[in-house]
């Protein structure tokens, strides 16, 4: 059978129970449509199970940093003051389903394991590649306290710049309602640039070493 290198990233959302119906319902609608801006344009496919856990599948590894990220910005982003919890792992998949949740492979076990042992992390990263597993975590590590301390302004510039890095600041300034040096201060404070830096270093190593367009 015929073995394929993916990324899985396997999440919940921290606390979502501590929202009402209304703010619960418009949470997961966020969600969702981030999902399904990566199905869209990164060949990537999505379930969202028990309500508020959901897992995505690339088929292109090297997405998988920014996407993680990316959710994480826009549901930190809002008021809520709610987190998830992601695990990324790359790793070959043998029976690749249409139904992500019954696929299986290494990348899926390695996912699903290390989101079962996350405690005060919000995001983690394994794989079964040695040089990958070497390189990436303590990458991550660091960007996972980086994205913690991040306030929801913060947040949400830094997603809207990750979103397109050709911007000016003055047009990011137009979509956050904000003048155009007090959105370059906001920018500085997140470290958009280190941030922007870590995911390039990412995909970087994970297309070198996998041969992965």
Wanted: with cysteine; net charge positive; charged share 25%.
């Amino acid at each position: 059978m015929k073995k394929h290198v993916i990324a899985v990233i396997t999440g919940d959302i921290v606390d979502s129970r501590s929202l009402s119906s209304p703010h619960y319902d418009e949470l997961l609608k966020q969600l969702k449509n981030e999902l399904t801006s990566f199905e869209a344009s990164n060949k990537a496919t999505f379930d969202i199970y028990r309500g508020d856990s959901f897992q995505i599948t690339f088929f292109c590894p090297r997405a998988a940093l920014k996407a993680a990220i990316l959710i994480r910005l826009k549901l930190k982003s809002n008021n809520y003051k709610i987190d998830v919890r992601q695990s990324i792992a790359i790793g070959n998949v043998k029976d690749l389903r249409k139904d992500v949740k019954t696929s299986t492979g290494q990348a899926f076990i390695l996912s699903g394991k290390h989101l079962d042992e996350m405690k005060s992390h919000r995001l983690v990263f394994s794989s079964e590649n040695k040089l990958l597993n070497r390189h990436i975590p303590i990458v991550v590590k660091l960007l996972d306290t980086h994205l913690s301390s991040l306030t929801s302004t913060q947040s949400e510039a830094l997603y809207f710049y990750l979103m397109d890095d050709s911007q000016t600041h003055a047009q990011l300034a137009n979509k956050l309602n904000k003048s155009r040096a007090n959105t370059t201060k906001i920018l500085n404070g997140s470290e958009y640039l280190l941030v922007a830096d870590s995911i390039h270093y990412f995909e970087t190593l994970v297309r070198e070493e996998l041969n992965h367009d």
